[in-house]
């Protein structure tokens, strides 16, 4: 894999190229950035942009504009490579707040190791219908400490709106739900998105979140993807790179309450 060339890749498919990432929302490309709309409840953000250093502070404070005549909260998604090199400083003195920076990770389908099974006494149900998205909601409030009121409600607008853009599935110890993941799929693209793993403390270490990837790899074959995505935190980089996933770039989102 000829990373300069799938991080190009990645940018024009995902990213200038961005598809609505659920029903309630709207891609839109205006004033050099490709953003997207979507309700409270939704993901409202920049996901591309293309500035230089004579119109970046224009361009941010037209998004701010924008976003807070809405009333919504909003995302700036950086990425490493993104230009010019100073829009996080930018970003910030505008009054943006930078979350932890994570790591974009990309591999081929075909190099990773598709045989990982989950540990003796766990099993993976696919998640089809509302039972089962209340079941990745609790793993996700456990696992990461959050409310999961906004997956629960954007999970099941997909699944049952848009079924061919999302798999998810939760992992099982009897009837406890111990581990829960997705992946987004934007139609016409090579790439795939791995989205939400995560484990409930004292099932972590035990291979239940590669089993996750395994799982999830196995249907993008099916469906014809050719690349994986990740946007991966420093507890599952390492991972994920003993899988077989290398790191691209950095991205962290930089957030905007109006």
Do not use: C
Request: aromatic share 8%.
């Amino acid at each position: 894999m000829v990373h300069a060339a799938v991080l190009a890749l990645f940018d024009r498919d995902m990213r200038e190229g961005a598809q609505p990432d659920g029903p309630d929302a709207r891609v839109e490309r205006v004033g050099g950035v490709v953003r997207q709309v979507s309700s409270a409840r939704g993901w409202n953000g920049v996901v591309w942009s293309d500035l230089d250093e004579t119109n970046a502070d224009e361009v941010i404070a037209a998004q701010i504009a924008y976003f807070s005549g809405l009333g919504r909260e909003f995302e700036w998604k950086l990425y490493g490579h993104d230009l010019p090199v100073d829009l996080g400083e930018r970003l910030r003195s505008a009054g943006f707040t930078a979350e932890p920076e994570e790591t974009l990770m990309i591999a081929e389908v075909a190099a990773l190791d598709l045989d990982a099974r989950p540990p003796e006494g766990v099993r993976l149900l696919p998640v089809t219908d509302a039972a089962g998205v209340d079941l990745v909601a609790d793993v996700h409030e456990k696992a990461f400490g959050t409310d999961g009121s906004r997956l629960r409600h954007q999970l099941l607008a997909r699944l049952t709106e848009e079924p061919d853009t999302i798999v998810a599935v939760v992992a099982l110890a009897g009837d406890e739900p111990v581990s829960a993941a997705r992946m987004e799929l934007a139609p016409g693209t090579r790439f795939a998105g791995l989205w939400g793993g995560g484990t409930v403390e004292g099932w972590r270490g035990r291979g239940v979140y590669r089993a996750l990837v395994a799982h999830r790899a196995r249907a993008a074959v099916e469906r014809g993807y050719r690349y994986l995505q990740v946007d991966a935190s420093s507890q599952s980089r390492p991972i994920l790179e003993r899988l077989g996933f290398a790191p691209l770039t950095t991205t962290t989102p930089y957030t905007y309450v109006p």
